[in-house]
């Protein structure tokens, strides 16, 4: 539950990875949670690039969440699931700008980018320090 909002998140992807473990099929709820997962686990499959894609894989982690709330008797509904969570903007900017840096030096690694360098003559002025004082004693 608490990292709902950022399924990439390791201990979110290892929560869904037990729970074939913690759901065992002994009554009809668990049963419920293993076929939500399994749903989900296909669709996770397939190709996650496109917002269509995204989206139909946000609604069935939803519907896993809400169905392992009953078979733990919690009364979630798939609209709290969706809308109460907090995720600052300022963590997805974070996410997305590593994403995209990452994207972008892996095209360089792979040379499939250019990397425009410019070199500039060093014709500057020398910068005027003030002396030291072991100097200024000298």
């Excluded at 669709?43 to 969440?65: C, E, N, R, W």
């Excluded at 699931?81 to 900017?93: D, S």
Aim: proline share 6%; net charge neutral.
């Amino acid at each position: 539950m608490m990292y709902r909002a950022t399924r990439l998140n390791l201990n979110f992807v290892q929560a869904l990875n037990v729970i074939d473990v913690v759901f065992d099929r002994n009554n009809q709820k668990e049963k419920e949670v293993r076929t939500a997962w399994k749903v989900l686990l296909d669709h996770l499959t397939t190709d996650q690039a496109s917002l269509p894609a995204q989206q139909k894989a946000f609604d069935l982690t939803i519907t896993l969440l809400v169905r392992m709330g009953k078979s733990l008797n919690y009364d979630f509904d798939e609209v709290y699931l969706k809308r109460q969570v907090y995720q600052p903007i300022g963590h997805t900017q974070i996410e997305e700008a590593q994403d995209e840096i990452r994207t972008l030096v892996l095209r360089l690694l792979k040379g499939q980018g250019r990397l425009p360098i410019a070199v500039f003559p060093d014709k500057f002025d020398p910068l005027p320090f003030p002396p030291l004082k072991n100097d200024a004693e000298d």
